[in-house]
């Protein structure tokens, strides 16, 4: 089963400018994504599209490509008449939100994937662990890098499950890389990546009571640290006054 699971959210590869054609527009993606989850680019703010080229040293057109492709993953928005801006950050009744749809089918299909593992599942949830391990977040490419693979780990699992109104609703979400926006300068890498292991442990051994029980103390954290996040966001501006 795990080679019939697509790719979801390819491996970060921020580095330097490759060929034209596909490959510059995955780079010109990369450079966006990591912009635009550090809040290089904040919420909100106007994306100039000249002078992401000017930065980049590209043309318009793949910066264009990356930028319908960040729209289709609700990152950024299309304003008529003004051009792209990068969506609002999450608000804390869309965060409990979020969260309550994601216990609700999560923990469910991490049991399912669990008695669907097989050797091609294996070795992708075993890449995906080493991946974030070895991911330190002091740069926002690094962190980018963890955020997209954080995606395509619970991605996978929703795969795995084998059911498709599951996987459907959590392609629909497009939730990984807000959440990770929200928890950029927190240690969110370090305490995920830890969870990570024990979920992945629960799947890769085919125990599905485990693999709920991981996944869902994950979730339970996850809120937890976005709302902590929260929190320090609404006490800064008092702090600074």
């Known amino acids: 089963m795990g080679s019939a699971v697509p790719q979801l959210y390819p491996p970060l590869a921020r580095s330097a400018r490759p060929d034209a054609g596909p490959t510059l527009v995955q780079w010109a993606y990369d450079h966006l994504l990591s912009m635009l989850v550090s809040m290089e680019i904040a919420p909100g703010a106007r994306i100039g599209i000249d002078a992401v080229a000017r930065k980049l040293g590209i043309s318009q057109t793949p910066i264009r490509e990356a930028l319908s492709r960040l729209e289709a993953e609700k990152l950024v928005n299309k304003v008529p008449n003004v051009g792209y801006r990068a969506s609002n950050q999450m608000t804390r009744a ?7 749809m994601r216990m609700l089918i999560e923990p469910y299909a991490s049991r399912r994937a669990a008695a669907a593992m ?12 080493r991946e974030t391990r070895d991911v330190h977040a002091e740069r926002s490419a690094a962190y980018a890098s963890f955020a997209s693979a ?14 498709r109104f ?8 497009h939730a990984h890389l807000h959440i990770f926006r929200l928890l950029y ?10 969870e990570h292991a024990d979920l992945i442990a629960a799947l890769l051994a085919r125990d599905g009571d485990g693999a709920e029980q991981a996944m869902r103390h994950h979730l339970e954290r996850s809120r937890a640290r976005m709302l902590r996040a929260l929190d320090a966001l609404e006490a800064a501006p008092a702090v600074a006054g």
């Open 94 to 100: 869309e965060v409990n939100d979020l969260f309550e």
């Open 118 to 129: 097989d050797e091609d599942a294996a070795t992708i949830l075993s890449d995906l662990e």
């Open 150 to 163: 954080d995606a395509r780990l619970h991605r996978l699992v929703a795969h795995l499950g084998g059911n």
């Open 166 to 173: 599951v996987a459907e609703a959590m392609e629909g979400l």
């Open 185 to 194: 300068s927190t240690n969110a890498p370090q305490e995920a990546s830890d």
